[in-house]
């Protein structure tokens, strides 16, 4: 058994419908939406009509969305042992145009975007907060992993969400609102996820766009990789407004 699970807390239901729409479109099988108790009877529409397991959790003060859900993940993985594989996946920014199971899952795969910590606005001084200056110095021309989508088969996934949530743990009393993006750039980088394997950019089954500077649609507007395959997830396309008719195309076609 396959399983996607996002986290939506704070979401009204019309800004997860595109990810929502879009993923039954072309994947029928377990959904988990993690939400808070006060989300369910907005949320019970989409739930009911998409087949969607809701994850009721109270949200925890004074720890961010993107550090608490690794600890969500964590129990939810424990207590859903019979799991094959696994996609952890923001929801708002995403939308899918196949399935992220399209591959066989041997490794924990991890998702870079198109731009070096060097070039990162984010990223470098994230690394640098968390980690110091030495550690940017050594990742400065490398890649940067995005942290909202990974896919594994059940042990690797359950062992990164473990290394992660101790990473986390360890960076709990810092005065910042805790983001996930250094923690899981330092694990990586550093040697400490061996199964990790990276997918490149324009060639894999996410595409991640912040930094996308180059849009390759065919003629039913969906968006491409650099060999011209279709990308079956698609990460962050609100920020490029400008190609929304055709991400709305995409999103309406009839399948």
């Known amino acids: 058994m396959d399983v996607i699970i996002t986290v939506a807390f704070g979401y009204q239901p019309q800004l997860i419908e595109p990810f929502i729409l879009s993923l039954r479109k072309v994947y029928s099988g ?41 600890f969500i993940f964590r129990d939810f993985l424990a207590s859903n042992k019979g799991i094959n594989r696994c996609f952890l996946t923001d929801s708002r920014d ?32 994230w690394i640098s907060k968390y980690y110091g200056d030495d550690l940017l110095s050594r990742v400065s021309e490398n890649l940067v992993l995005c942290a909202g ?22 960076h709990m009393n810092q005065p910042q609102e805790l983001v996930d993006q250094p923690m899981h750039n330092f694990l990586y980088y550093t040697g400490q996820l061996p199964s990790a394997e990276v997918r490149a950019h324009g060639f894999s089954e996410v595409q991640t766009l912040h930094h996308e500077k180059v849009f ?40």
């Not at 145009?97 to 990162?120: A, G, M, N, W």
């Not at 491409?224 to 709305?248: M, T």
């Open 30 to 70: 377990r959904l988990v939406l993690v939400i808070s108790s006060s989300q369910l009877e907005e949320m019970s529409q989409l739930i009911s009509f998409y087949n969607i397991e809701p994850l009721t959790v109270q949200h925890s003060d004074g720890i961010s969305v993107m550090a608490e859900r690794y």
């Open 94 to 125: 995403v939308i899918f145009q196949s399935s992220p199971f399209s591959i066989e899952t041997p490794h924990l795969y991890l998702y870079s975007e198109p731009v070096k910590f060097s070039q990162c606005e984010y990223n470098g001084p």
């Open 149 to 170: 989508t990974t896919l594994g088969s059940y042990d690797l996934i359950t062992q990164y969400v473990d290394r992660m949530c101790s990473e986390l743990h360890r």
């Open 216 to 255: 390759s649609f065919d003629s039913e507007g969906f968006l491409l990789n650099r060999d011209g395959s279709r990308v079956p997830v698609i990460h962050q396309y609100d920020r490029h407004k400008q190609y929304f008719p055709k991400f709305e195309q995409m999103l309406n076609r009839q399948t």
